[in-house]
């Protein structure tokens, strides 16, 4: 298994957060340490795949999880679903999981990438408000961090381990967070008009620094 893509605990301390990618033809997948938790397993005690993933779903629960999948699958772009998990040990888990789907250009499904949020503790002990917000800062970090994956393994034939690689080495370099470099890829990607700041920009995070001559967009 190659490294995990990115793996914190955003907000409460107990509110785990994992990410995950499903190789759309092998249906392979590459979890986070906190994806193997969320799971009740350990990094190494099991291969992940999606029919593993999906043998731990809630049986109430798995049919219209199969339901969003298909239709994932076959229409592309964001999905969120709140569903419950069965771990190793048989403990019931409340969790949220967010996703996106990527062509390969060719008609076909190439990945699924997205986050799992483990909401048991955080569902039992805070109020519905403070549930709210600490989910949706995960998501729109994580959510956003994904997308800009998406892009540079499109763009640069890369796998989802090695985009985010790319994105932490240029985050290192100009000492700014992570997901800001992944919000002004992304914020170029889908800005109209003039192509000329993508392609720059695009082309700093592949050499690993700004060009000296035009500076940082993020500065």
């Not at 699958?73 to 419950?84: F, K, L, M, N």
């Amino acid at each position: 298994m190659t490294r995990p893509l990115f793996a914190s605990r955003p907000g409460p301390d107990d509110l785990i957060a994992g990410s995950f990618v499903t190789d759309g033809k092998t249906h392979d997948m590459e979890w986070s340490d906190e994806m193997y938790a969320i799971h009740g397993y350990a990094r190494g005690e099991i291969v992940p795949t999606l029919a593993l993933t999906l043998a731990h779903k809630h049986p109430e629960d798995l049919p219209r999880i199969l339901e969003v999948n298909e239709d994932l699958v076959r229409r592309g772009g964001h999905v969120a679903i709140y569903h419950r998990v069965i771990d190793a040990g048989g403990r019931e888990r409340k969790v949220l999981t967010a996703g996106e789907a990527f062509p390969d250009g060719s008609g076909g499904l190439r990945t699924i990438a997205g986050v799992m949020l483990d909401l048991t503790t955080t569902v039992h002990d805070e109020t519905a408000t403070a549930a709210r917000d600490a989910i949706q800062g995960a998501l729109g970090t994580r959510c956003v961090i994904t997308k800009a994956q998406g892009i540079l393994m499109g763009r640069a034939s890369m796998t989802s381990s090695e985009a985010f690689t790319v994105l932490r080495a240029y985050s290192n370099h100009v000492n700014v967070k992570l997901a800001e470099v992944a919000a002004t890829l992304v914020g170029l990607a889908d800005r109209d008009g003039d192509r000329m700041p993508f392609e720059c920009f695009l082309d700093a995070l592949l050499r690993g620094s700004p060009d000296p001559a035009k500076g940082s967009l993020l500065q």
